[in-house]
């Protein structure tokens, strides 16, 4: 998985857009929708396509915003989306159609295979997360169980049989911090900007913002300071990080600003299009849009006197 992807052979953007995935013109998405119908059938399943669900007699629903964002985002075009359509059906049938793992496991395998998530405040049913930690405004951590197919967010109703929720968080952790690093990559320009990107397949790889130091120190091979670093989440694929040592943090905050807005655009598993200081755990938002949609950097009094120590010593 690659920092930027090239754009596969579509529709042009001045093509009527699709009402509900914009990066989609309106043949695009009639494709999409016909490709989604056509897999359910092969499953011997017959759905109603909504513009962003299907719904099947049993009133099941299916949602299609990760599916049409995977298609949009693969780098061979149109030509993929047919078999991307049927194995996401038939992963999905095949979940839902198999044993919860919540009563086929035993409970250790579970603990075992649990990793938190860090999850955005979109399609996000807070009802039914009522132990869900908030780490930002509009960022919540869950705890999830890994499948080999699939992942399952969980409720508070199937938490509560697996113990004491301050325990299973620390083994989530503490599974968290034994994933492999899959892939890094640094971005940087000529002028000295600088910022780390750690990115992987793993639904986890952008929640490893939740062990940031240990991520550093795999990266980097150094210690974070207390002055903490900047993060960006933008999907669950990717994590990038600029530690804070000196003013080199001014230009990685603007690059990190577009860096995370593009990156959440139209993709599958979308976080967060904003910048944070993380300091010890703790999340502060560096970056936002104004009314007009433009990136804005908002630097509260605690970041601005980090700033003026940071120019103090660099002058020094």
Not at 110 to 134: E, M
Not at 217 to 234: F, H, I, K, N, S
Not at 247 to 254: K, R
Not at 268 to 283: C, E, N, Q
């Amino acid at each position: 998985m690659g920092l930027f992807r090239r754009g596969p052979k579509r529709d042009g953007r001045d093509a009527p857009r699709d009402p509900e995935f914009s990066f989609f013109s309106e043949e695009e998405g009639a494709r999409f929708r016909a490709q989604v119908r056509e897999a359910f059938a092969e499953q011997g399943l017959e759905v109603t396509v909504y513009a962003d669900v299907v719904s099947d007699s049993a009133g099941r629903q299916f949602g299609l915003g990760n599916l049409a964002a995977v298609c949009h985002n693969d780098d061979r075009g149109p030509r993929s989306w047919p078999e991307l359509v049927r194995q996401h059906v038939g992963m999905v049938l095949r979940t839902m159609e198999a044993p919860s793992a919540l009563d086929t496991l035993p409970t250790e395998q579970i603990r075992a295979q649990l990793y938190p998530r860090v999850v955005g405040a979109d399609g996000f049913n807070a009802q039914n997360f009522g132990y869900a930690r908030t780490v930002a405004p509009g960022l919540f951590e869950i705890l999830a169980l890994d499948l080999p197919e699939s992942v399952m967010m969980l409720t508070d109703e199937a938490l509560e049989p697996l113990g004491d929720l301050r325990y299973l968080r620390d083994q989530a952790l503490y599974n968290l911090r034994g994933l492999p690093l899959e892939g890094h990559e640094t971005v940087k320009d000529s002028e000295g900007m600088r910022f780390e990107v750690v990115l992987g397949d793993s639904f986890y790889t952008a929640s490893r913002v939740l062990a940031l130091d240990s991520v550093v120190r795999q990266v980097t091979g150094e210690q974070l300071t207390a002055d903490g670093a900047l993060v960006a989440m933008p999907f669950r694929h990717q994590l990038a990080f600029h530690a804070i040592h000196d003013t080199g943090m001014i230009p990685a905050l603007n690059a990190m600003a577009s860096f995370a807005a593009a990156g959440y655009a139209d993709t599958p598993g979308a976080i967060s299009p904003y910048v944070y200081w993380w300091r010890d755990g703790t999340f502060t938002q560096l970056s936002d849009r104004d009314e007009e949609g433009e990136l804005r950097i908002v630097v509260g009094d605690e970041f601005h006197e980090l700033l003026e120590r940071l120019v103090a010593n660099d002058q020094d």
